[in-house]
């Protein structure tokens, strides 16, 4: 099973990223699936979810209305598309597996699930 992130880097303030999670080793297709994120000093926060099909998407309220979520399964790839950030959306960004209770109730998925390497986001000008 991987999971491997990629599209973070610096950006300014305003600005825009778009950050894809390939998958592979599974089926991909059947999970759920979120995007968490960790800022230096503190611990995981869950940002979004989507369910198995693309039908159903969460967020987080600090990133309702400026970050999208959404899925190619038959990619294997999952997105978070993310404007106007700001400089308290630097994090290290995870992709996971999920389901239908930690996305509904808007939690970090535990390490009994799959968890890609990570990729950096900054914001900065």
């Known amino acids: 099973v991987q999971l491997v992130e990629s599209g973070g880097g610096l950006v300014q303030p305003g600005g825009s990223l778009r950050l894809s999670c390939a998958a592979s080793?599974?089926?991909?297709?059947?999970?759920?699936m979120s995007w968490v994120r960790q800022a230096p000093g503190k611990g995981p926060e869950w940002v979004s979810s989507?369910?198995?099909?693309?039908?159903?998407?969460y967020y987080a309220d600090s990133v309702k209305g400026r970050f999208t979520i959404s899925r190619d399964n038959a990619k294997n790839t999952l997105y978070l598309q993310m404007n106007s950030l700001k400089p308290e959306d630097t994090a290290v960004y995870y992709c996971a597996t999920a389901d239908h209770y930690l996305a509904t109730m808007k939690r970090v998925p535990t390490n009994e699930y799959y968890w890609g390497q990570g990729t950096q986001v900054t914001v900065s000008s």
């Open positions: 080793g599974f089926t991909f297709g059947s999970y759920d």
């Open positions: 989507i369910n198995s099909g693309g039908g159903s998407t």
